[in-house]
């Protein structure tokens, strides 16, 4: 084999690059993922991980530098100096918004897989027939039962710590035994489900951070700073995780500093070659060669690459001839709640850091309950002891200090509403010609907001939680709704979605491109809609079950 | 408690929102000479005040802390022009209004004197946001509905008007103090890698909260 030729190309190194290698390695394939960024090693590569807040010299507060050198970053919490170096720097990275939209990119080995939530919920039976009911988008070409299996495979690998609860609408998983409610959760709980009757529930946020040693991972230490990288591999990442399975394979090539330019296609054989890429410190040109190609580079950047392929064909790109690519951008809305204060557990406190909280799944538009818009959310929070009791105005010394320096009297309980976001057509991301980066390529343009159907639903989000925890006998509730703008919920979805029918549609029901059967894209740009729950996990059971297919079909000489 | 909730507790206490907070979003002029020159005699000026309003008890206060030193740093780094500008001027006017009300720098008077001082400059930096508060929403709504007319790319994040100086202080200390070595070990309790969670653990009135 020449030096530059390969069984099977990933592109990205995020959660579903990593399980890509992984899992096309593990089967025999010789490998190169590439990586846009710099490479960031486990535990090493972890600069923050394990300083104290007093090490850090603004204490993690944004400087002024920082607010110039990320003007999008700084929309929202993730701009802060603990976690500076995860993030890519908006100002090298621009990008056009025609509509704001909130684009939080990390640029490196293992992508956002480093500084994700790590919530993990399968999407439900209904997830994936909604759209054909509602006559909404285009149909999903699967339904549950064929990722069912899939979501078995790659939680029993990842680790998801969760408890069993029957619900048809958050299917139960292959769990590790479930972190605990607190004391003022389990009240809530017990009121909350006596006064719904059994109709909404409230359980611990299932999410992948290991309560169990777990390969050569060490469970979680309840340090609560998975977002800086956790030594102990406590959390699923690209590094943690898949990297190290696919390393140990001995079949597989990293390589950083790689930006993909474009698919190589060949247009007699209808199949691309290879890729071409830029590196991105010494500005060469390299093409990789391989039989099989997967697009893995986070969604919008997936879709920008097959935009810049095959071009002399189809002028809008690869996989662009049924009009779709680039439509149908997706996220899940949110940041709107309610919060207030229980009375009551003053002689209770807590002992470490719980890296989830709790999650009330979906309600709403299911069974016999029908609104007046279409799909619904589920609500992630939790409950705290928050730090001071109440001290008289203005006072300064001893009596403040003592004040600051015990927790609250009351405990405080807050919930977050996340919303499915419809996938409608004219919301789009395409190429500004006009604009281009410092490697002199194109930058996406954005074209996206939200419309009434998510407008109707927040009133929802809202209200439903102030009157859930009133119910549940929550003191001092106050709603709220601190505005959302499109990309917030770092959850971009679809623009290069699955289907039925090639003309509707850009990938098949195995994630193939209908133009280039080959090539595989099974990051959130393959999403048909986007459920209401958090979508990683479906990312990881997507890319598995389409490498297993992938093999497969090498296997028969029909790639 | 996380530094978030921490930034929460010190705005509630304080009145204001807390600058270099992840909800402060103002995006602003940034000054390539520092517009801030921080003397060796204003930092132990901002220990001591700091000390007044956190002291040393049973545990250490904010001059072990180091409190002037960070707010060195923070006000250097963190703060717009316009925030330096109040706070660098706010120096200044601490100790003028000090003269005039103890007849005597903040430096020579003794910790009865500070205090009693400091309390006096609670009630007006409490007044002036108050007033601040209120002279901004009208400019809040101003700004907002001028805001609907342009497109999104034109509109500008509001600006609110500086808080008073000192209550930029008394929030850099309490942030400083709280987030502080001896802050997080011996006035609160700190363990960097609890190991475990329990969700249920029994609380004796008194006892010190989590640093985190």
């Given at each position: 084999m020449?030096?530059?030729?390969y ?14 290698a992984?899992e096309l390695t593990?089967?025999g394939?010789?490998?190169i ?7 960031i090693?486990?535990?090493?590569g972890y600069?923050?991980a394990?300083k104290e807040?007093w090490e ?8 002024q530098?920082?607010?110039?050198d990320y003007?999008?970053l700084k929309?929202?919490y993730?701009?802060?100096e ?9 100002s ?8 704001r ?7 490196h080995?293992?992508?956002r897989?480093?500084?994700?939530g790590?919530q993990s919920?399968?999407?439900?039976k209904?997830?994936?027939e909604?759209?054909a009911?509602?006559?909404i988008?285009?149909d999903w070409?699967i339904r549950y039962?064929?990722?069912a ?14 408890s069993k609860e029957?619900l048809?609408?958050l299917?139960d998983g292959e769990f590790m035994?479930?972190?605990e409610l607190?004391?003022v959760e389990?009240?809530?709980k ?5 006064y719904?009757?059994?109709?909404r529930?409230l359980i611990i946020?299932r999410?992948?951070?290991?309560t169990?040693?777990?390969?050569a991972?060490?469970n ?7 977002w800086r ?7 699923f990442?690209?590094q943690?995780s898949?990297l190290p399975a ?5 079949k597989?090539?990293?390589?950083p500093?790689?930006?993909v330019?474009?698919?190589l296609?060949?247009k007699?054989k209808k ?5 071409e890429?830029l590196?991105?410190e010494t500005?060469q040109?390299y093409e990789?060669k ?8 986070s969604?919008?950047?997936s879709?920008w690459?097959l935009?810049?392929?095959a071009?002399d064909i ?5 996989g ?7 439509h149908n951008?997706?996220d899940?809305?949110f ?7 229980v009375?009551?557990?003053?002689d209770?406190y807590?002992y470490?850091?719980?890296p ?5 799944p979906r309600?709403?538009n299911?069974?016999n ?6 799909r619904?959310f589920g609500?992630q929070g ?10 008289a105005e203005m006072?300064?010394g001893t009596?403040?200090k003592?004040a600051?320096?015990v927790?609250s009297?009351?405990w ?6 996340f ?6 057509h004219?919301?789009k ?15 996406l343009s954005f ?7 998510e ?10 939680a102030?009157?859930m925890?009133e119910a549940?006998g929550v003191?001092?509730v106050?709603a ?7 990309g917030?919920?770092i959850h971009e ?9 090639p003309?509707?549609s ?9 133009e280039?059967m080959?090539?595989f ?5 393959c999403?048909?809609s986007a459920s209401c729950?958090?979508?990683?996990l479906t990312y990881?059971?997507?890319t598995a079950?389409a490498?297993?297919f992938?093999?497969?079909e090498?296997k028969k000489?029909?790639? | 408690m ?6 929460k ?11 270099g907070?992840?909800?402060?979003l103002?995006?602003?002029k940034?000054?390539d000479k ?7 005699d204003i930092?132990?000026?901002?220990d ?8 040393a008890t049973?545990?250490?206060?904010s001059?072990?802390?180091e409190v002037g030193?960070?707010?060195k740093?923070?006000?250097?780094d ?5 925030q330096q500008?109040v706070f ?5 006017e601490?100790e003028e ?8 720098s903040?430096m ?6 500070r205090?009693e ?6 009630k007006e930096?409490?007044?002036?946001n108050e007033n601040?508060?209120k002279?901004d929403?009208v400019r809040?709504k ?6 609907e007319g342009?497109?999104?790319k034109?509109?500008k994040e ?5 808080s008073h100086?000192?209550t930029?202080?008394k929030q850099l ?5 709280f987030?502080?070595?001896?802050g997080m070990?011996e006035?609160?309790r700190h363990n960097p ?11 004796i009135?008194g006892?010190?909260a989590?640093a985190?």
């Amino acid at each position: 084999m020449p030096d530059n030729q390969y069984d099977a190309i990933v592109i990205g190194s995020g959660i579903s690059g990593g399980w890509a290698a992984k899992e096309l390695t593990e089967k025999g394939l010789k490998v190169i993922m590439l990586e846009r960024g710099r490479n960031i090693e486990h535990i090493k590569g972890y600069v923050n991980a394990m300083k104290e807040s007093w090490e850090f010299p603004h204490r993690g507060s944004r400087t002024q530098q920082m607010i110039k050198d990320y003007p999008v970053l700084k929309r929202d919490y993730p701009l802060n100096e603990t976690v500076l170096d995860y993030w890519c720097k908006d100002s090298e990275h621009p990008y056009t918004e025609v509509k704001r939209f909130d684009w939080y990119r990390g640029y490196h080995v293992g992508g956002r897989s480093l500084m994700w939530g790590r919530q993990s919920y399968r999407f439900n039976k209904w997830d994936f027939e909604a759209n054909a009911k509602e006559g909404i988008a285009v149909d999903w070409p699967i339904r549950y039962d064929d990722l069912a299996p899939w979501y078995s495979y790659v939680e029993k690998f990842a680790g998801i710590q969760g408890s069993k609860e029957g619900l048809d609408v958050l299917p139960d998983g292959e769990f590790m035994p479930a972190m605990e409610l607190n004391c003022v959760e389990k009240e809530v709980k017990k009121r909350m489900e006596a006064y719904y009757k059994g109709s909404r529930h409230l359980i611990i946020g299932r999410s992948a951070n290991i309560t169990q040693p777990h390969y050569a991972r060490t469970n979680c230490q309840y340090r609560n700073r998975c977002w800086r990288g956790c030594p102990f591999g406590g959390y699923f990442s690209t590094q943690s995780s898949t990297l190290p399975a696919a390393m140990n394979t001995g079949k597989l090539t990293l390589r950083p500093f790689s930006i993909v330019t474009k698919i190589l296609y060949d247009k007699d054989k209808k199949k691309a070659t290879g890729v071409e890429v830029l590196d991105a410190e010494t500005n060469q040109t390299y093409e990789y060669k391989a039989k099989i190609v997967f697009v893995c580079a986070s969604a919008l950047n997936s879709t920008w690459i097959l935009m810049n392929s095959a071009t002399d064909i189809w002028p809008d790109g690869l996989g662009s001839s049924s009009g779709e690519l680039g439509h149908n951008v997706m996220d899940h809305h949110f940041r709107c709640g309610a919060s207030g204060t229980v009375e009551g557990f003053s002689d209770k406190y807590v002992y470490g850091r719980r890296p989830t909280g709790i999650y009330i799944p979906r309600f709403r538009n299911i069974y016999n309950d029908k609104r007046d818009y279409l799909r619904g959310f589920g609500y992630q929070g939790g409950a705290g002891r928050g730090r001071g009791v109440e001290v008289a105005e203005m006072t300064i010394g001893t009596d403040l200090k003592e004040a600051l320096s015990v927790p609250s009297d009351n405990w405080g309980f807050g919930i977050t509403a996340f919303g499915e976001m419809l996938p409608y057509h004219e919301n789009k991301v395409t190429l500004d010609k006009n604009k281009k980066d410092k490697w002199g390529l194109p930058v996406l343009s954005f074209d996206v907001e939200i419309k009434e159907n998510e407008k109707k639903m927040r009133a929802d989000m809202i209200n439903d939680a102030k009157e859930m925890l009133e119910a549940a006998g929550v003191k001092n509730v106050q709603a709220n709704d601190w505005g959302y703008h499109v990309g917030m919920g770092i959850h971009e979805m679809g623009t290069a979605r699955m289907g039925r029918d090639p003309k509707t549609s850009v990938l098949n029901g195995n994630n193939q491109v209908w133009e280039a059967m080959n090539v595989f894209v099974t990051d959130g740009a393959c999403m048909t809609s986007a459920s209401c729950v958090n979508p990683s996990l479906t990312y990881m059971a997507l890319t598995a079950r389409a490498a297993d297919f992938a093999v497969n079909e090498l296997k028969k000489g029909n790639l | 408690m996380d530094r978030r909730e921490l930034l929460k507790l010190i705005a509630l206490v304080t009145g204001g929102t807390v600058i270099g907070g992840e909800l402060f979003l103002s995006g602003c002029k940034l000054s390539d000479k520092p517009a801030v020159n921080f003397t060796e005699d204003i930092i132990a000026l901002l220990d001591e005040v700091g000390e007044t309003i956190i002291p040393a008890t049973a545990t250490p206060g904010s001059k072990a802390a180091e409190v002037g030193k960070f707010i060195k740093v923070m006000v250097t780094d963190c703060y717009t022009e316009k925030q330096q500008s109040v706070f660098m001027q706010g120096i200044k006017e601490l100790e003028e209004t000090c003269r005039k009300a103890q007849s005597k720098s903040f430096m020579e008077c003794n910790a009865e004197q500070r205090h009693e001082f400091l309390t006096g400059l609670e009630k007006e930096a409490k007044k002036f946001n108050e007033n601040r508060d209120k002279t901004d929403e009208v400019r809040r709504k101003e700004h907002e509905k001028l805001n609907e007319g342009l497109a999104w790319k034109d509109q500008k994040e509001f600006e609110g008007t500086p808080s008073h100086y000192y209550t930029m202080i008394k929030q850099l200390t309490l942030f400083g103090f709280f987030s502080s070595k001896t802050g997080m070990t011996e006035t609160l309790r700190h363990n960097p890698s609890p190991g475990r969670y329990d969700g249920s653990v029994p609380y004796i009135k008194g006892e010190k909260a989590w640093a985190e």
